[in-house]
């Protein structure tokens, strides 16, 4: 199984703040990585596929980078819509797999 | 709209067994693979298995967690996707989602790879004594 590591598990930020999230895959991904947002009592909602492309409707300050083994999510300037919990996936595999996430909360 | 809701939810025993349910309406359901994800209480998200479409001979994959227990199967003639949960553990205890596989690309068989585009609301699975 294609391990998945996220981090940091908690990022403490502010509004306005650029913030980064690096997801690493145990082998190489291509570029069959997604992001998802998810916020409590919630499904999570798809925002980034193929590593950068960003869903329809997903706000521009959403970006994401990276293939192989190694991705990133960035948030260009935070806004209180955007605390919440960040997942990465990849779906190089039949069996998909999901990072631990990452908990972005308000410092 | 795209969208899933689920039902079947509950407590349970360990050693029981639940079925949960899966309406889906607003896509063409019988062209996309099916999927299942669960989220234990506080923690994050863990595949749970898939069911592939009618090319695919309805074809099912599991996480080594649920396999030999749990079954997932779908009707196409009335849009919904099914998990049958035998044997159940405490260590199941979670919320259950279930989500439409947006295919992205094919692998070298021809089975597609995709993300979750839509999900259910989810359903809480608790197994206790």
């Known amino acids: 199984d294609i391990q998945m590591t996220q981090s940091p598990s908690t990022l403490s930020a502010s509004v306005g703040d650029r913030v980064t999230i690096t997801c690493r895959a145990s082998?190489?991904?291509?570029?069959?990585l997604a992001w998802y947002q998810q916020k409590p009592g919630k499904a999570p909602n798809l925002l980034i596929h193929r590593a950068s492309n960003l869903k329809s409707g997903v706000p521009s300050r959403f970006s994401g980078s990276g293939s192989g083994t190694e991705f990133t999510l960035t948030i260009s300037s935070l806004l209180p819509d955007d605390f919440a919990t960040y997942y990465c996936?990849?779906?190089?595999?039949?069996?998909?797999?999901f990072g631990q996430g990452t908990k972005v909360e308000i410092k | 709209e795209a969208q899933l809701v689920e039902s079947g939810g509950g407590l349970v025993q360990p050693g029981g067994s639940l079925r949960l349910s899966c309406a889906a309406s607003?896509?063409?359901?019988?062209?996309?693979?099916m999927d299942w994800v669960r989220q234990a209480p506080g923690k994050g998200l863990e595949w749970v298995g898939r069911?592939?479409?009618?090319?695919?001979?309805?074809?099912?994959q599991y996480a080594a967690s649920v396999k030999g227990r749990f079954t997932i199967s779908r009707d196409d003639s009335n849009n919904s996707v099914f998990l049958q949960m035998n044997s159940l553990k405490t260590e199941d205890t979670a919320v259950y989602y279930c989500?439409?596989?947006?295919?992205?690309?094919?692998?070298?068989?021809?089975?597609?790879?995709?993300?979750?585009?839509?999900w259910g609301q989810g359903s809480m699975v608790a197994v206790s004594s």
């Open positions: 989500a439409k596989v947006d295919g992205d690309y094919p692998d070298s068989d021809g089975d597609w790879r995709g993300v979750f585009d839509i």
């Open positions: 069911i592939r479409t009618k090319d695919r001979s309805y074809s099912t």
């Open positions: 082998q190489s991904l291509n570029i069959w």
């Open positions: 996936q990849q779906y190089y595999d039949s069996s998909p797999g």
């Open positions: 607003g896509f063409i359901f019988n062209h996309h693979y």
